[in-house]
């Protein structure tokens, strides 16, 4: 009788722990001060341990201008924003800290961040409210005591959000405001969650808007992004760890640089990636820009109902042999990786007159001698192009640029057909493809160059004078043309 109470109570207690309201935890608990000039690094981080240690909840920031250096996110614990909350980044440099340094694309030292969680599980960034980096600000104030040129300076500063090796994250309604470098970057993280997030973020250089790192298991969906620089960046900047099984829907994107971007920085696979619906516009760079230069493998990816409106060249596809590291004593060198099983369909889009590329042109797609870019459909696509393009730049040589950084302009100062330029290709499949042009244009409308196994299906071209031909093969094997 005996065991039998205790085990009744045993019980009980047990349904009362799993029961029990999670923690919330108001920030001015450890004096927090809401006058956007008092640091409140230590209290913000206070608040959070606390509901860490207590088995986790939700720290809130009410309403009011919450000034902070780093802070560190910890296991089940939620940053809930209440309306006209603002978590503002501190403009001295020296209130942040690197927990995870690595280098970039460029070759900067980076990784300082005012939000980061590192090795954590189920946590959250959720509500009305917004963080902002202040980045203007704090560049400002950086240049008085750093005399390094801007392209080595600016990787000192600090990201907004940085997400390193977590598992179980959620982001959603929250708003992200000027950072100071990159606006939010997920590195090696599992099971993502990003929903309903706004993100305004340039005035500096390398506004990103978000960077997908090496994750797996991600969902992005109704985000609105303007950004200085890439707006949706998936990167690998280690080996060890793929992009993989995402997907992207209801997105709308502005970028001084490229709207939806795969592989600046590609060590590891990208793979098993679908991004759908979304509305790219007033976009200085590439709308879809599909990269592979370190190693990666760059496969079944399928993208699909796009508008551009006002994007400079809406898209390039690029294997390349640059071959960097960008963890530097944790990863090494890798050989040429592959660029294949891309499919890319219902894409309308509006080119902008003034480009990367004088005249402009719409498809850039080009592997490296001997790598060849394979099986790509680019399916039911329409683009509106300025024209404008003579018979001699229709002779222009277009560099191969093997190792060097992937971009459009690495490419020109033009290329030779107005409409799609292919290079070392197989497997190109070309299906109702559209293109109009506002004003003549003397280059062939489509040009490739060594490729194998080319089906032309389908195609609308605008009329154009004294053009010798719309359509240029050179050293090409089967082709079908219907």
């Not at 600046?264 to 098993?272: H, K, L, Q, R, V």
């Not at 294997?319 to 890798?334: A, C, H, P």
């Not at 080119?351 to 001698?369: E, F, H, R, Y």
């Not at 197989?426 to 042009?437: D, E, F, S």
Request: hydrophobic share 40%.
């Amino acid at each position: 009788m005996k065991k039998a109470v205790i085990g009744i109570a045993f019980l009980i207690s047990m349904i009362w722990v799993q029961a029990a309201p999670p923690v919330i935890i108001d920030i001015t608990r450890y004096g927090a001060v809401a006058d956007g000039k008092t640091i409140n690094t230590a209290a913000i981080q206070k608040a959070i341990d606390e509901c860490h240690q207590k088995g986790g909840g939700k720290v809130v920031f009410p309403a009011g201008s919450w000034l902070s250096g780093t802070i560190v996110l910890k296991d089940q614990v939620t940053l809930q924003f209440d309306k006209d909350a603002r978590l503002l980044g501190s403009t001295d440099i020296n209130d942040y800290q690197n927990i995870d340094p690595f280098t970039d694309g460029l070759g900067v030292d980076v990784g300082w961040a005012l939000l980061v969680a590192v090795d954590a599980k189920n946590i959250g960034i959720e509500g009305d409210g917004a963080i902002d980096g202040q980045g203007a600000k704090l560049k400002e104030q950086q240049i008085t005591t750093d005399t390094r040129p801007e392209s080595q300076r600016w990787g000192r500063r600090p990201f907004l959000v940085r997400i390193v090796r977590c598992e179980n994250v959620t982001v959603k309604g929250i708003t992200l405001n000027y950072a100071a470098a990159w606006t939010s970057h997920y590195f090696q993280s599992k099971k993502i969650t990003i929903e309903n997030v706004k993100i305004v973020s340039h005035g500096v250089a390398h506004n990103d808007g978000i960077d997908i790192d090496g994750c797996q298991d991600v969902r992005i969906k109704n985000c609105d992004i303007v950004s200085g620089d890439d707006a949706l960046c998936f990167k690998t900047t280690a080996s060890t760890m793929a992009c993989s099984n995402i997907v992207v829907s209801g997105m709308r994107l502005k970028s001084n640089q490229g709207a939806i971007k795969m592989g600046t920085e590609s060590m590891a696979p990208f793979e098993n990636i679908t991004i759908t619906g979304c509305y790219i516009y007033d976009t200085n760079n590439g709308g879809i820009k599909l990269l592979t230069v370190d190693g990666a493998h760059l496969r079944n990816v399928n993208i699909s109902d796009i508008t551009m409106v006002n994007v400079k060249t809406p898209m390039l596809l690029r294997l390349g042999s640059r071959l960097s590291v960008f963890r530097k004593g944790k990863d090494s060198q890798q050989p040429t990786g592959t660029l294949e099983n891309i499919v890319i369909k219902n894409v309308k889009a509006s080119a902008a007159a003034n480009s990367q590329l004088t005249p402009p042109t719409g498809i850039l797609i080009t592997g490296v001698p001997g790598h060849y870019i394979t099986n790509v459909t680019l399916e039911n696509i329409e683009i509106s192009l300025a024209g404008g393009g003579t018979a001699e730049n229709a002779q222009q040589q277009v560099p191969e640029a093997i190792d060097k950084y992937p971009e459009v302009k690495t490419f020109g100062p033009l290329v030779p057909a107005y409409g799609i330029w292919a290079r070392h290709v197989k497997g190109l499949k070309l299906v109702n493809i559209t293109l109009n042009l506002a004003n003549k244009d003397e280059r062939p409308a489509l040009i490739c160059e060594d490729g194998q196994d080319i089906e032309l299906n389908g195609r609308k071209i605008s009329e154009t004078t004294k053009a010798p031909t719309t359509i240029h093969l050179e050293n090409i094997t089967n082709t079908l043309t219907r």
